[in-house]
């Protein structure tokens, strides 16, 4: 009888065994955010009026009708007077750039955000597991990876990746890469490093399709450590919930839209297409029918279900050509998420955004503080519009927040961050958060040099002073 009761109770023991070791190996496959570091270039790479100015009338391919439309653009940009530039433009060589300019615009970041993420962190670089880094526009030999690896002396058996041409998206794509080699390794430290190299990817043209590159991306960057491991968890400033990547490269015009190519002259530049705001709509819409059900409530889930069947109901008996208007989805994204991290592509972008997800400005005004603050840092700018949060004491424990980034191809990948306690620390923002957001976002290249916009083209001439 004992044996009977001992077989019979076998299959329950490994039963239970079987769900606590699922339990036990899905704890250490979770991805902890332990801290991050945004870098601040210094004051002497900052980017005024006064210095656009003379940046633009440098480039002896621009004409009148070319700098009236960087006008419109510029004061249009949402950008401020505070971005950075690299060296290489102070230096007036930007049409004639070299790989040491590009590869000791990244070595300064690297060593500038890395060595202070590690120091704050107390980790050694030797205790780093895996090495994540993405730089679109620059690829050197040995690699970036490499050349941090070198640096910092890391272990050998660290594993490294080097990501290039992913674009503006690249950060969540770097992590969905940590995310899944954590799946498969247990308690490791993981190392991302995020920026873009502005020094070899000025466009000296007048396509303005290309020219608007100029407009728009400034120099910035940021190095996040991650962990896997339970015992750190109280450390932790966020945890991964979710990801999702959606990419559109077999579609053509997507494909098309946003790419590095060449002028009619054999200029090289980045080509932003008139197409682009479809193509970031249409993505955005699919990644969206994807991430919604993983980070929205069952409750709003079937209320959406409820409202668009009334909807397509009602439509029923509509004749064909009646216009009822743009058809929005009726679903609160409030109701599952609490803050807003959006790319700042631009302020189309963040517009759009605001539209399309029915926010308020305040849930866009750290991604507008972040655009008018450091511009659109590609990859980077998302850890801006995070630490803008955070200074702003925003991230209360259990609060989550949603990322939304774009990049080429076209791409648009999203996640979703619980704040695992309550933080507060400033960040790149600690020494002026106080004065944002100011009075007014207006930028004065506009009072500057509105004047252009009287000119004739048969007698205009470029001003010497």
Known sequence: MELLSFLLLLPILHLFFTIWKWVNDKRDQECYILDYQCYKPSDDRMVGTEFCGEVIKRNKNLGLNEYKFLLKAIVSSGI???????????SGREESPTLADGISEMEEFFYDSIGKLLSRSGISPQEIDLLVVNVSMLSAVPSLSSRIINHYKMRQDVKSFNLTGMGCSASLISLDIVRNVFKSYKNKYALLVTSESLSPNWYAGNDR???LANC?????GCAILLTNK????????????????????????????????????????????????????????????????????????????????????????????????????????????????????????????GISLDLTEYDLEPARMTLHRFGNT?????????????????????????????????KCNSCLWEVVRDLEDGNVWKDEIDRYPPKSLANPYMEKYGWIQNEDPSTFKIPED
């Open 80 to 90: 401020g007077e505070q971005t950075y530039a690299p060296r290489i433009m102070f």
């Open 209 to 211: 399709s290309m020219i």
């Open 216 to 220: 728009l991306f400034r120099s910035g």
């Open 230 to 353: 339970k015992s750190l968890k109280h450390r932790a400033m966020f945890k991964l919930k979710c990801l999702v990547r959606t990419h559109h490269g077999a579609r053509d015009e997507s494909y098309d839209c946003c790419i590095q190519t060449e002028d009619e002259k054999g200029r090289m530049g980045f080509h932003l297409g008139k197409n682009l705001p479809k193509a970031a709509t249409r993505s955005f819409v699919d990644n969206l029918r994807v991430i919604s059900p993983k980070i929205l409530p069952v409750r709003e889930l079937l209320r959406f279900m409820v409202i668009s069947l009334v909807k397509k109901w009602n439509r029923r008996g509509s004749p064909k050509g009646t216009n009822q208007g743009p058809i929005k989805a009726a679903v609160n994204f409030k109701s599952g998420v609490d803050h807003f991290c959006i790319h700042t592509g631009g302020k189309a972008v963040i517009d759009g955004i």
């Open 378 to 410: 590609s990859a980077g700018s998302l850890w801006y519009v995070l630490a803008y949060m955070e200074a702003k004491k925003r991230l209360k424990k259990g609060d989550r927040v949603l990322m939304i980034s774009f990049g080429a191809g076209f």
